[in-house]
Nanobody, 134 residues
Framework: EVDLVESGGGSVQAGGSLRLSCSASGFTIDDFDMGWYRQVPGNECELVTSMDNDRDGSTFYADSVKGRFTASRDVAKNTVYLQMNSLKVEDTAVYYC??????????????????????????WGQGTQVTVSS
């Protein structure tokens, strides 16, 4: 059975740090581009970061998180991480982990991953809440 389970969310004061984890089962993360998305209710889904599974291993970061967030993957543990430092109030959102065949496809069509899931373009976790207070 395929599953992605996020953990590590919570509440933190501005300037603090959190590390999100995303544990995969039923497939190998090395076969996919691994992304982190976030969404505030009523707002559009935002691609936060996407790790390329090609040999160059490049990683995309949204401008809003560059220099503060770092994505990584541990193939042995079949887990990806999102280290979030210098958190801001505007980082408050539900964060989703995705294993994608088409990187960035999760932003299409409303709720994060809804269209991509319907089109069988990868796998999605259920999300973890991150709340940053001032």
């Amino acid at each position: 059975e395929v599953d992605l389970v996020e953990s590590g969310g919570g509440s933190v004061q501005a300037g603090g740090s959190l590390r999100l984890s995303c544990s995969a089962s039923g497939f190998t993360i090395d076969d996919f581009d691994m992304g982190w998305y976030r969404q505030v209710p009523g707002n559009e889904c935002e691609l936060v970061t996407s790790m390329d599974n090609d040999r160059d291993g490049s990683t995309f970061y949204a401008d809003s998180v560059k220099g503060r967030f770092t994505a990584s993957r541990d193939v042995a543990k079949n887990t990806v991480y999102l280290q979030m430092n210098s958190l801001k109030v505007e980082d408050t959102a539900v964060y989703y982990c995705a294993a994608e065949e088409v990187p960035g496809s999760g932003v299409r069509g409303g709720p994060c991953g809804e269209w991509a899931t319907r089109e069988s373009l990868g796998y999605w976790g259920q999300g973890t809440q991150v709340t940053v207070s001032s």
